[in-house]
């Protein structure tokens, strides 16, 4: 019965040291890895004008809609 219990004990250790291994592991590439920065948030003035143009467009269309209703 002991010999069954040793037995247990190591298998259960050894499965304990490879999770920590694991999560070590885990850990270690989570801190190396750098977050890529995301080029679709950076300020141009290309795509600032061009977002101007379509609200205006967008709101003369409105005027003209809204001012058949009257």
């Known amino acids: 019965m002991a010999?069954?219990?040793?037995?247990?004990?190591a298998a259960l250790a050894a499965v304990n040291a490879y999770i920590q291994?694991?999560?070590a592991i885990?850990?270690?590439q989570m801190a190396m890895t750098v977050a890529p920065t995301n080029p679709g948030t950076q300020f141009t003035a290309w795509g600032m004008s061009g977002r101007h143009d379509m609200m205006s467009l967008r709101r003369l269309i409105q005027m003209r809609a809204?001012?058949?209703l009257r």
């Open 3 to 9: 010999g069954k219990e040793k037995k247990m004990a």
């Open 21 to 23: 291994e694991e999560e």
């Open 26 to 28: 885990a850990a270690a």
């Open 66 to 68: 809204f001012d058949r």
